[in-house]
């Protein structure tokens, strides 16, 4: 019974320790008092204290652990280690790790994510955005620019380029606007409130291109040239990566620079002989000056000895002979400026290169670099303006619009469809504002900017195709009136771009996650390559009984947190949402075991098991993106109407976490370690469910009911009620529709009958008639009426309108009658 006893004790105070992290010689002192406290009680004699001793000594003195332990496990670890190519290791030394490496770590700090400030708008930004920004959307009618003219009008790109929205990223110092990555997501969000068009046109330079890469690799030189030019407008930039045989796996492309001899403004100089062929490329037709991504080769030693230099990138003006450029790609219907360019044998100077000579083949870090940065901000700012954009105007459309005498939002199986638009637009605020609050604080955040991208443009996807669902035939009849049409129709371009996201979620997000945020991986990495025997020794050493220690912790956290639920962990908040900290706090231990298990059980081999992979990623996103919620329902003060919102986004997010962990387990390699972590994680099973009709009922409301929540939900978009504004005057149709309900009400009641919620003009009259309403409440009537109108009506054209080739004949009526004078009679 005692011996029982004592072994209780012992396992129990290690797991205690293992759990809250302690160190070895905390280890080893706990057990050093249990056995002494044993031996004093005459439970356990010497032979225990000589088998402590075998184990404890080894591991405690540095100098025996290295020599009998470390060596021969480094020896074994640099056979087994995964090979990374240059441009892996390039992509992985990118960046920076920020909350979700906590989150990775299994024991996120939630104070920590708590006090991170939340990013503001300077003064300058907030005029920018409600002068120019708000002057340039009136400016704007979107079918005008998608269908009559593919193209945004001289007057347009005039004012963009007068107003400095290319050269939001550009340093004051060069003329440019110098606003941080919030503003410029709040401009791109409401910008794509009324075209995407216009978005993606302002969104390219001020992402990854010309710019960006100059301010941070330029010469003097050229920054003092390009900058000024950049931020007037008086250059127009694209940045040339893609080519043909070259998609995702951008760092085979096939376009090469020769370094030689060659005559240059009749001088001869040493200069590259460029040839390319690259397609996709945005802003291409309109540019002024190419960035463009060659692989460069010096053949002749001229510039040193390496001959395989690899990848550079070098601004081109598009006037140098030879290069061809102007053609259009035509993007699903919203034709922003997209197009191949093609070079062959154009020779330029050295100087061409982004940085001069000493940036010969360094264009992938540079690229991968400045891609950290800019993939969180353009494609999750428009999907997110895109989201709110939709939420908006489907909650107002399915108030106003009526079936079955009842507005559609109301019903229950409409509120489903609604409560994922609702939610994503909550979540994709959140998470879009966090991570570019983290460019803010001066992170490169690598794995954060791959979550944002793919899970926004993800989620916009889904959105705009359940709006389209709401609107029925309101959503599919294109014209001026339709405000979801071109959403849908571009979805799949956010999809595509800036990594398309099949490879984003397979490869990126837990590929470089894996390495960037686990405490001590990239430390053994990179203590296998020290040449140092010695160094390599102590540094390895270090990493790997960090990470043994590391990994016995996880285990001992997921059990007890997946035993209990998580319910006696900490939670920053005893409100309802101390729940959703709690389930983190499980999810985040369990992702840390899975993680070392996988990287233990599958190595190197990990890499090309792409659907391991994007499970484990998708747990981080979810963590990440449900974090994301708390801090933004924490950072605008905690207000309980808006409680729904966060209860729906946490309780989608924690059950995908679920989901993927189950399929991560049912499919693991190794079936006995995939049983085994499953009855570890879930030992009561999948007890996680998606959020309840009740909640879904809540969201739904809140879309369609004015109120600060509604507000908040649509914040940073352009509502203003004008013409060519639909989502505006949508807007001002809900109000003016929620203000003659109780008159139509008062109206129906005097009649003695039910009428239908239509020709409100009529019931006004009614209203009149029976003297019930005065001239003002008949007028709200005909008021609502026009925008109910408005809000549910659709457009038609004629034949010769839609058709591209107006010289075609059309098929008018009775055209296609067998006798068309039988049928003109
Ligand atoms: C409208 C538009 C604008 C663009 N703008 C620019 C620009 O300005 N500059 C520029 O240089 N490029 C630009 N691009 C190119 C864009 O970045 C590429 O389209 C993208 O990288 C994908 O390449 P791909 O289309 O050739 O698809 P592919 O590489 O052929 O991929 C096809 C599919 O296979 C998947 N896939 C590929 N490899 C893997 C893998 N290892 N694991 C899992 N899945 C994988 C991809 O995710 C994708 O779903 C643009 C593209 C479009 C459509």
């Not at 019974?1 to 205690?16: N, P, R």
């Not at 009008?153 to 007068?162: F, G, I, S």
């Not at 649509?714 to 309900?741: F, R, S, T, V």
Request: proline share 5%.
């Amino acid at each position: 019974m005692e011996i029982l006893i004592f072994w209780i004790v012992l396992i129990s105070t290690l797991a205690v320790l293992a759990y809250s992290r302690a160190s070895l010689t905390m280890f080893t002192a706990a057990v050093t008092v249990v056995l002494a406290i044993a031996t004093a009680l005459h439970i356990v004699g010497t032979l225990s204290w000589i088998i402590f001793l075998i184990v404890a000594l080894p591991l405690n003195i540095a100098s025996v652990r290295q020599q009998y332990l470390t060596k021969p496990l480094l020896k074994l670890y640099r056979k087994i280690m995964p090979e990374m190519s240059t441009t892996e290791k390039e992509a992985i030394d990118a960046g920076t790790t920020w909350w979700e490496a906590d989150l990775f770590r299994g024991n996120p700090d939630w104070h920590k994510l708590h006090n991170i400030p939340a990013p503001r708008l300077s003064t300058e930004e907030q005029a920018f955005l409600d002068g120019p920004v708000e002057e340039l959307l009136a400016m704007v009618d979107d079918w005008h620019i998608t269908h009559e003219r593919a193209d945004l009008t001289p007057e347009v790109y005039q004012y963009l380029k007068d107003h400095g929205f290319f050269a939001m990223i550009i340093k004051k110092q060069y003329g440019g606007l110098e606003f941080s990555a919030y503003a410029q997501s709040c401009v791109l969000q409401k910008l794509t409130s009324k075209s995407m068009v216009l978005s993606s046109i302002v969104g390219v330079p001020n992402s990854l291109g010309p710019g960006e890469l100059l301010q941070h690799y330029g010469t003097d030189e050229q920054k003092a040239h390009y900058l000024p030019r950049l931020a007037k407008g008086i250059e127009v930039p694209c940045f040339a990566l893609t080519s043909p045989e070259a998609g995702s796996d951008a760092g085979a492309i096939p376009d090469t620079g020769i370094i030689c001899k060659g005559e240059w403004e009749g001088q001869e100089v040493i200069g590259m002989r460029l040839t390319w062929d690259k397609r996709y490329i945005t802003l291409a037709p309109i540019a002024t000056v190419l960035g463009l991504a060659f692989k460069l080769y010096d053949p002749e030693g001229l510039i040193g000895d390496n001959k395989d230099l690899g990848i550079t990138c070098a601004l081109i003006p598009v006037t140098t002979p030879g290069v061809k450029i102007g053609r259009r790609h035509f993007p699903l219907n919203v034709p922003f400026q997209n197009g191949p360019t093609q070079g062959k044998d154009i020779f330029v100077p050295l100087d061409y290169i982004i940085g001069g000579v000493s940036m010969a083949g360094q264009g992938w870090r540079m690229l991968v670099e400045c891609l950290s940065v800019g993939r969180a901000i353009t494609l999750p700012s428009n999907s997110t303006g895109g989201i709110k954009a939709v939420a908006m105007a489907t909650g107002a459309y399915a108030r106003i619009r009526r079936q079955f005498r009842l507005p559609i939002g109301k019903m229950e199986g409409v509120e489903e469809a609604m409560a994922r638009v609702g939610g994503y637009a909550y979540m994709a605020d959140a998470s879009t504002t966090m991570s570019v609050g983290a460019i803010d604080l001066g992170e490169k955040p690598s794995v954060i900017s791959a979550i944002t991208k793919y899970h926004m443009t993800e989620r916009m996807r889904q959105a705009i195709t359940d709006a389209m669902d709401i609107h029925g035939g309101k959503g599919i009849c294109m014209g001026p009136n339709n405000y979801l049409a071109r959403g849908y129709q571009g979805a799949p371009v956010a999809i595509t771009v800036e990594g398309a996201n099949i490879l984003t979620r397979n490869m990126i997000i837990y590929g470089q996650g894996a390495i960037r945020c686990h405490p001590y991986v990239l430390a053994e990495l990179q203590a296998a390559q020290i040449d140092d025997e010695r160094a390599a020794v102590t540094a390895f050493d270090k990493a790997l009984f960090g990470h043994i220690g590391f990994a016995i912790s996880n285990f001992f956290r997921t059990f007890w947190l997946s035993l209990t639920g998580g319910i006696f962990s900490n939670a920053p908040y005893n409100d309802a949402t101390a729940k959703y900290y709690r389930q983190m706090n499980r999810f985040s231990a369990s992702l840390a075991l899975m993680s070392d298990v996988a990287m233990g059980t599958l190595g190197g081999d990990l890499k090309r098991r792409e659907r391991i992979s994007a499970r484990l990623g998708d747990i981080l996103s979810m963590l990440y993106l449900t974090s994301a919620i708390l801090k933004r329902y924490n950072d605008e003060g905690r207000k309980v109407d808006d409680l729904p919102l966060v209860q729906w986004g946490c309780e989608d997010n924690m059950a995908k976490a679920q989901l993927a962990m189950d399929e991560l387990f049912n499919n693991f390699p190794n079936r006995i370690v995939g049983v085994v972590l499953k009855r570890i994680v879930f030992p009561w099973g999948r007890t996680l469910r998606k959020a309840s009709d009740i909640t879904e009922h809540k969201v739904a409301r809140i879309m369609q009911t004015p109120s600060d929540s509604r507000s908040r939900l649509g914040h940073y978009l352009y509502l203003k009620n004008e013409p060519l504004n639909q989502l505006g005057m949508m807007e001002q149709a809900l109000k003016d529709i929620l203000l003659a309900e109780p008159i139509f009400d008062k109206v129906s009641h005097a009649a003695k009958k039910r009428l239908p919620f239509y020709r409100l003009n009529e019931v006004a009259d009614l209203g009149l008639e029976l003297k019930v309403i005065t001239e003002a409440e008949a007028n709200q009537l005909r008021i609502a009426e026009k925008g109910r109108l408005f809000a549910i009506n659709v457009d038609d054209f004629d034949s010769e309108y839609i058709a591209a080739d107006k010289t075609l004949p059309q098929q008018g009526p009775g055209a296609l009658a067998k006798d068309k004078k039988e049928h003109a009679a």
